[in-house]
Structure formats: structure tokens, C-alpha cells
């Protein structure tokens, strides 16, 4: 019998999730001497065994068939397998280059970013809490571009890829196991082909150094595959006003790593940067918050309407 509800599972999966993604840049460096590249590719094609391992014990394949039955949905899947390239492969780049705080600094902003293409892309209307956010994430990427001396273009990039990957992701409504499947299937071919080529060329790293290494180049696959399950337990048991909250999670977590663990270097001026972000994610989680408790009373209202009147 199943004591614990639902919902508390559903948050207990979320935290999971997220924790396992802001913990991510311990990982990354373990797999060095191996490169961006060489990680990335290792990534790809181990992720596709491990989502494909899950599938096998789920005994779930029927969806294959009716996708390839949909075009639309496979040529979007096919643009969502390109950003989320673009999105881990910026990501290790970012971590083993020293530039954990950076990389946070996109999931942070990532939010206001998926607000922004609300209103570019879906024609959504802002409520003026909801400006207040995005004008003051606007400020702090100008402050932090004066504070760096160029653009942030990590965090930038990071945000960005991931908003547009789930953009994409929403449109193509597929499974997160069926999806993260054709993706990784998807880019397979250069993922391989870059892998022998390293091997060709004697600069390859799997398989050269210690086993250790080795398995931790092929727990790059279990590790991505893991919290994105994670993620689609919770996200079908809580609301997503939890889930909004949940997501700051992993970039707390990674700002954690990259200054109490890295010990990357963060002036005054950074602090004050950071500092108009989280700001503007105060003014984002406060209305995101107001707006789920209207909608909620509002559906209470409905709900007690047929009642008040027969009586």
C-alpha cells in the first residue's frame, strides 16, 4: 500500500531532479583528461543506452512506431536535439573551464528568458510584476557585461539554448524517455563518428587511461538519464508553480559549487550583479505564486457555484 501522497512524492522526485543537475559540476571535472567534445559525444551515446535500457524493463516501444508516423514531431525533435547539444556542450565547456558561476548564472536568468519568448514567440501578455522581473534581469546582464568586460555569452547561451529547447519540447509533446530516445538517436551519427575519428587520430582518452575513467565516461549517459526521469515523475504530480519554485534548485546548487568549491573569484561589483538577478526572480516567484493562488480560487469559485445556486 502506498502511504506517502502523491504530491509529496512528486516534490520529493522534483528536489532529486534538480539537486542531481546543480550538482552536475563536480561531475564534469572527473572526466578529464577527456575534452568538451570528447564528453559531449561519450554523453550522447551513452545516454542512448541508458534511456533505451529503461525502455527495455518498461517494455515500452509502441510509441516508436506511431512517431515515425509524424514528421512535424520528428523534425521538431530533431531541432531539439540540436540545442540541447548546443546546451551541454556550452555546459561542459563552462565547467571544466572554471566558469561554474557563469554557467549558474544562466539557469538563474533561464526563467525570464522562456518569459521573454512568452510574449516574442507566443504571444503571451506580461502582467506588470512579471515586466518588473525581465526589465531588472535585463539590468543585471548589462551590469555583468560591464563587470566581465564582455557579454556574459555562457549564461547567455546556456539560458537561451535550454529556453528554446523547451519551447520546442512543448510543441513536439513527446515523453521525456521517448523523447531524450530520438534525440540522442538523432545525433548518434556525429557523436560516433567524432569518437572514432579521436581514436584515428590517437588523441581519444576512453579505454586509454585508468577503467575508473572509462566508467565514468559511460556514467555520463546514466546521469542525464536519471534526473530527466526524475523530472517527469514530478512534473505530472505537482503543479507547475511548484515546479517554478523547484527549479532554482540547481542553479543555488551550482553557484554553491563554483564558490564555495571551485573558489571562483567574486568582487563586489559580481555580488551586485547576482544580486539584481535574484531580485528579479523575487518579483518572478512572488507573481508566479499571487497568479496560481487566483487561478486556484477562481476554480473553487466555479466549483461552488452550481451548489450555492440549487440551494
Same mark, same amino acid.
Given at each position: 500500500?502506498d502511504?506517502m501522497?502523491?504530491?509529496?512524492r512528486?516534490?520529493?522526485?522534483?528536489?532529486?531532479?534538480?539537486?542531481?543537475?546543480?550538482?552536475?559540476?563536480?561531475?564534469?571535472?572527473?572526466?578529464?583528461?577527456?575534452?568538451?567534445?570528447e %564528453?559531449?559525444s561519450?554523453r550522447?551515446a551513452?545516454?542512448?543506452?541508458?534511456?533505451?535500457?529503461?525502455?527495455?524493463?518498461r517494455?515500452?516501444?509502441?510509441?516508436?512506431?506511431?512517431l515515425?508516423?509524424?514528421?512535424?514531431k520528428?523534425i521538431?525533435?530533431?531541432?531539439? !536535439?540540436?540545442?540541447v547539444? +548546443?546546451n551541454?556542450?556550452t555546459?561542459?565547456y563552462?565547467?571544466?573551464?572554471?566558469?561554474?558561476v557563469?554557467?549558474?548564472?544562466?539557469?538563474f536568468?533561464?526563467?525570464? +528568458?522562456s518569459v521573454v519568448?512568452?510574449?516574442?514567440?507566443?504571444?503571451?501578455?506580461?502582467r &506588470?510584476m512579471?515586466?518588473?522581473a525581465?526589465?531588472?534581469?535585463?539590468?543585471?546582464?548589462?551590469?555583468?557585461t560591464?563587470?566581465?568586460?564582455?557579454?556574459?555569452? %555562457?549564461?547567455?547561451?546556456?539560458?537561451?539554448?535550454?529556453?528554446?529547447y523547451?519551447?520546442?519540447?512543448?510543441a513536439?509533446n513527446?515523453?521525456?524517455?521517448?523523447?531524450?530516445?530520438v534525440?540522442?538517436?538523432?545525433?548518434?551519427? &556525429?557523436?560516433v !563518428?567524432?569518437?572514432?575519428y579521436l581514436?584515428?587520430?590517437?588523441?581519444?582518452?576512453?579505454?586509454?587511461?585508468d &577503467?575508473?575513467?572509462?566508467l565514468?565516461?559511460?556514467g555520463?549517459?546514466?546521469i542525464?538519464?536519471i534526473p530527466?526521469?526524475?523530472?517527469?515523475?514530478?512534473a505530472?504530480?505537482?503543479?507547475?508553480?511548484?515546479?517554478?519554485?523547484?527549479?532554482?534548485?540547481?542553479p $543555488?546548487?551550482?553557484?554553491?559549487?563554483?564558490?564555495? $568549491? +571551485?573558489?571562483?573569484?567574486m568582487?563586489?561589483?559580481?555580488?551586485?550583479?547576482?544580486?539584481?538577478?535574484?531580485?528579479?526572480?523575487?518579483?518572478?516567484?512572488y507573481?508566479s505564486?499571487?497568479?496560481?493562488?487566483?487561478t486556484?480560487k477562481?476554480?473553487?469559485?466555479?466549483t461552488a457555484?452550481?451548489?450555492?445556486?440549487?440551494?
Amino acid at each position: 500500500m502506498d502511504y506517502m501522497p502523491d504530491l509529496k512524492r512528486g516534490v520529493l522526485f522534483g528536489v532529486a531532479a534538480y539537486a542531481m543537475w546543480g550538482l552536475f559540476p563536480l561531475y564534469w571535472p572527473l572526466l578529464k583528461p577527456s575534452g568538451a567534445l570528447e %564528453i559531449l559525444s561519450h554523453r550522447i551515446a551513452w545516454s542512448l543506452v541508458a534511456v533505451v535500457a529503461i525502455l527495455a524493463v518498461r517494455r515500452h516501444w509502441s510509441w516508436f512506431r506511431d512517431l515515425l508516423k509524424q514528421p512535424k514531431k520528428l523534425i521538431l525533435l530533431a531541432l531539439a !536535439a540540436f540545442f540541447v547539444t +548546443v546546451n551541454w556542450g556550452t555546459y561542459i565547456y563552462a565547467v571544466n573551464a572554471g566558469n561554474v558561476v557563469e554557467s549558474a548564472l544562466g539557469y538563474f536568468i533561464n526563467p525570464l +528568458v522562456s518569459v521573454v519568448f512568452g510574449v516574442a514567440i507566443l504571444r503571451e501578455r506580461l502582467r &506588470p510584476m512579471q515586466w518588473v522581473a525581465v526589465g531588472f534581469g535585463a539590468l543585471a546582464v548589462l551590469f555583468l557585461t560591464l563587470d566581465y568586460g564582455r557579454l556574459p555569452w %555562457i549564461a547567455l547561451t546556456l539560458a537561451f539554448s535550454f529556453g528554446i529547447y523547451g519551447l520546442i519540447k512543448k510543441a513536439a509533446n513527446v515523453g521525456a524517455a521517448e523523447s531524450l530516445t530520438v534525440e540522442t538517436l538523432i545525433l548518434l551519427v &556525429p557523436a560516433v !563518428a567524432y569518437l572514432v575519428y579521436l581514436e584515428i587520430t590517437g588523441q581519444a582518452t576512453f579505454g586509454h587511461t585508468d &577503467p575508473g575513467h572509462a566508467l565514468l565516461l559511460a556514467g555520463a549517459g546514466v546521469i542525464t538519464a536519471i534526473p530527466l526521469l526524475f523530472f517527469t515523475a514530478s512534473a505530472i504530480r505537482v503543479p507547475l508553480s511548484t515546479i517554478g519554485l523547484l527549479q532554482y534548485i540547481a542553479p $543555488i546548487l551550482q553557484f554553491g559549487v563554483g564558490v564555495l $568549491i +571551485v573558489k571562483e573569484t567574486m568582487p563586489p561589483s559580481r555580488w551586485i550583479g547576482f544580486s539584481i538577478v535574484w531580485l528579479a526572480l523575487a518579483f518572478f516567484t512572488y507573481d508566479s505564486i499571487s497568479a496560481a493562488r487566483r487561478t486556484r480560487k477562481q476554480e473553487l469559485a466555479k466549483t461552488a457555484q452550481p451548489a450555492t445556486s440549487a440551494g
